[in-house]
């Protein structure tokens, strides 16, 4: 079965600096999607960011960057000029057809 | 506005008892899941359906029924025979996609069940 680990429970970054969460994963598969989700204090799972396989290219959403190493079963998040309301769980997940396989999480809280 | 909504927010159980956790979609997605979080824990997947009246179990399907006679709806009953279903519920959809492709899963508000 696929698995997906974060390694960092927890992790703090100033306002305005710049964070990076890990994550790894386990696979045969060459071809599926990676996911990175925020879960706020209120619990709705928000889409930060997703990954196609097949692309070389890491995916970009405004301050929301990845590192997508294939070979290394690899996808970190990036989150540039971080802000308050970036405080959160982010959660890491892999798909491939409906099995879906989320991480433990990871627990950003952002200094003032 | 088009997204997912869940019902309620909060649910009392007493053991014993089975309650049914209500989630609907206004997406014209044709998949629809359910998960559960427990603290320190991802989401782990309980049922999920690509079609109406159909469905398959996840990984943690004993103790939980779902039906899909709509496709806007999948209510999630917890039964009796859940041993520990004290939790945060979340339920998903998305579009059927094309293998190996799939697209991304929407996220309702989740519903917090606690057994008293």
């Known amino acids: 079965a696929q698995t997906v680990t974060q390694s960092q429970p927890e992790m703090s970054v100033q306002e305005a600096e710049t964070v990076t969460l890990s994550c790894t994963y386990d696979?045969?598969?060459?071809?599926?999607?990676l996911f990175w989700y925020k879960q706020p204090p209120s619990r709705q799972m928000i889409l930060v960011i997703r990954?196609?396989?097949?692309?070389?290219q890491n995916a970009t959403e405004n301050r929301f960057s990845v590192n997508f190493q294939k070979a290394a079963k690899s996808f970190s998040l990036k989150i540039s000029d971080s802000q308050l309301g970036d405080a959160a769980m982010y959660f890491c997940a892999y798909r491939k057809f409906q099995d879906m396989r989320f991480g433990a999480g990871t627990r950003l809280t952002v200094k003032p | 506005d088009g997204g997912i909504t869940q019902s309620p927010k909060y649910l009392f159980r007493k053991e014993g008892q089975n309650v049914t956790l209500s989630c609907e979609q206004n997406l014209n997605h044709d998949a629809m899941y359910w998960y559960r979080q427990d603290p320190g824990q991802g989401l782990r997947l309980i049922y999920y359906?690509?079609?109406?009246?159909?469905?398959q179990k996840g990984d943690i399907a004993e103790g939980y029924s779902v039906s899909r006679e709509k496709k806007e709806s999948f209510p999630l009953t917890v039964t009796s025979a859940q041993k520990n279903p004290t939790a945060f519920y979340l339920c998903a959809s998305s579009t059927r996609g094309l293998a190996p492709y799939t697209d991304t899963q929407y996220f309702g508000p989740g519903t917090r069940l606690t057994v008293l």
């Open positions: 990954q196609e396989a097949y692309k070389q």
């Open positions: 359906s690509q079609i109406v009246n159909d469905f």
């Open positions: 696979t045969s598969e060459s071809d599926y999607y």
